[in-house]
């Protein structure tokens, strides 16, 4: 399988609230995460940001990624997804639940060793999305 082949079975586990249980096979063991975005300061692996997303789809349980572009840089071993996140906050959860709806653009820069995910970078206003949510 390419690694754009598993760049994008990764991104519907993960965005699909699958879980580690649902993206590790398509990782290393230990792989890595980063964000510069507050709501996601203290997630440093990608297992924690599966389980993340997994979390994520309680309180929007329509939760559901728009794909917009979808990239393979085979020199560099990076595939780049663009897409938008849509969903209702309809359950309680870190707040009450407040009906408002979110459309959060984001774009998964995810980096491979072979055919694993070694680390992946998640490109995301955090603050634009919990204004639209009424969290913050």
């Known amino acids: 399988m390419s690694i754009q082949e598993i760049g994008r079975e990764f ?3 993960c965005d699909t609230g699958k879980g580690w249980d649902g993206c590790k096979d398509f ?13 996601l300061a203290d997630v440093t692996t990608l297992e924690g940001y599966a389980d993340w997303m997994k979390g994520l789809l309680t309180p929007i349980p329509d939760g559901h990624y728009e794909l917009k572009s979808f990239s393979t840089d ?7 997804a663009f897409a938008v996140f849509h969903g209702t906050h ?3 959860g870190p707040v ?4 408002k709806k979110l459309a959060a653009d984001y774009v998964y820069a ?19 999305s919990l204004k ?3 969290w913050a």
Do not use: Y
Not at 118 to 127: E, G, R
């Open 96 to 99: 009450p639940a407040t009906w």
């Open 27 to 39: 990782c290393h063991e230990g792989a890595t995460f980063s964000a510069q975005a507050d709501a």
């Open 11 to 13: 991104l519907e586990a």
């Open 110 to 128: 995810i980096e491979f060793d072979g055919d694993k995910i070694s680390h992946m970078t998640k490109i995301w206003n955090d603050t634009h």
């Open 74 to 80: 085979d020199e560099r071993g990076i595939v780049n």
């Open 132 to 134: 639209q949510l009424g």
């Open 90 to 92: 309809s359950v309680d």
